[in-house]
T-cell receptor, first 115, second 109 residues
Framework: GAGVSQSPSNKVTEKGKDVELRCDPI?????LYWYRQSLGQGLEFLIY????????KSGLPSDRFSAERTGGSVSTLTIQRTQQEDSAVYLC?????????????FGPGTRLLVL | DAKTTQPNSMESNEEEPVHLPCNHS???????IHWYRQLPSQGPEYVIH???SNVNNRMASLAIAEDRKSSTLILHRATLRDAAVYYC??????????FGAGTRLFVKA
């Protein structure tokens, strides 16, 4: 079946503008993650949705970042008043919790460049 | 969250075995040890996971120390396509995942 998809693939924006990044998880997956990866760096956890539980927002770097997941499926990550340091690849992953372990499936990412 | 220590980078010759170590001395008893890898310009992909026993699959083998404080990912015959960043992650389902810096594996032809 289809994997995790993300849109847009690439986004170039001007400093101060708002951007929305979309993630379509694998159908039936209950968990959804957002990560950020700056050039040459590791993955930085941003936010985690699990079923109907309150999301774990502990990784969001500032209040300019927010995310929602509608109907337990599609998720949107919004960055308000973008800054140049927000330039990175934003990765989404989904998983299905089976007991005490889960395998995450990653999308191709959205490459964001803030000028 | 359990902390992990991995070498920043390792190098291997093509068609030779590679042993990628990971220390996770603060792992909890219910954390599974997961390994993911990230090929250039791609998102991470699952490689293998285990709890206590050694595990094998078509991609790799995972050797877990008896005290579970360390593990080793084994690629039996490295190929050029195995050049990637390998992440070792203690993970319990239902909790957020923290990726470390991983080990960048270079494979020489």
């Amino acid at each position: 079946g289809a994997g995790v998809s993300q849109s847009p693939s690439n986004k170039v924006t001007e400093k101060g503008k708002d951007v929305e990044l979309r993630c379509d998880p694998i159908s039936g997956h209950t968990a959804l993650y957002w990560y950020r990866q700056s050039l040459g760096q590791g993955l930085e956890f941003l936010i985690y949705f699990q079923g109907n539980s309150a999301p774990d927002k502990s990784g969001l770097p500032s209040d300019r970042f927010s995310a929602e997941r509608t109907g337990g499926s599609v998720s949107t990550l919004t960055i308000q008043r973008t800054q140049q340091e927000d330039s990175a690849v934003y990765l989404c992953a989904s998983s299905f919790l089976t007991g005490e372990w889960e395998t995450q499936y990653f999308g191709p990412g959205t490459r964001l460049l803030v000028l | 969250d359990a902390k992990t220590t991995q070498p920043n980078s390792m190098e291997s010759n093509e068609e030779e075995p590679v042993h990628l170590p990971c220390n996770h001395s603060t792992i909890s008893g219910t954390d599974y040890i997961h390994w993911y890898r990230q090929l250039p310009s791609q998102g991470p992909e699952y490689v293998i996971h285990g709890l206590t026993s050694n595990v094998n699959n078509r991609m790799a083998s995972l050797a877990i120390a008896e005290d579970r404080k360390s593990s080793t990912l084994i690629l039996h015959r490295a190929t050029l396509r195995d050049a990637a960043v390998y992440y070792c992650i203690p993970l319990r389902g239902g909790f957020k995942t923290i990726f470390g810096a991983g080990t960048r594996l270079f494979v020489k032809a």
